[in-house]
Nanobody, 125 residues
């Protein structure tokens, strides 16, 4: 079993930055991802990182602005978000897969078995 707790969300002006953290407990050495969901919209993929951090993938909408990373010693995954835009406003969720493959990543929500409770990010214009 894996438990995930996100933190770091908040209110920021357009162009600003935030860093989200996802603290994991349990069997934590897995591929991880960040997703987001805005009001009235479906949950969408943001970024993912492989088990040991050697492979990362991003949604086109955040590429070049967001960076996913992990510190396995601290069992924590991060999402550094720069140049934030109002359209980035959403609840951000951390998720973990069951895969322990060293290079595995996924954009598909159904590939993730464990989810955090989410943290709100609001970007004002």
């Amino acid at each position: 079993q894996v438990q995930l707790v996100e933190s770091g969300g908040g209110l920021v002006q357009s162009g600003g930055s935030l860093r989200l953290s996802c603290a994991a407990s349990g069997r934590t050495f897995r591929a991880m991802g960040w997703f987001r969901q805005a009001p009235g919209k479906e949950r969408e993929f943001v970024a993912a990182i492989s088990r040991i951090g050697t492979s990362t993938i991003y949604a086109d909408s955040v590429k070049g602005r967001f960076t996913i990373s992990r510190d396995n010693d601290k069992s924590t995954v991060y999402l550094q978000m720069n140049s934030l835009k109002p359209e980035d406003t959403a609840v951000y969720f951390c998720a973990a897969t069951r895969s322990v493959s060293y290079s595995y990543t996924s954009r598909v929500p159904d590939d993730y078995n464990y989810w955090g409770q989410g943290t709100q990010v609001t970007v004002s214009s």
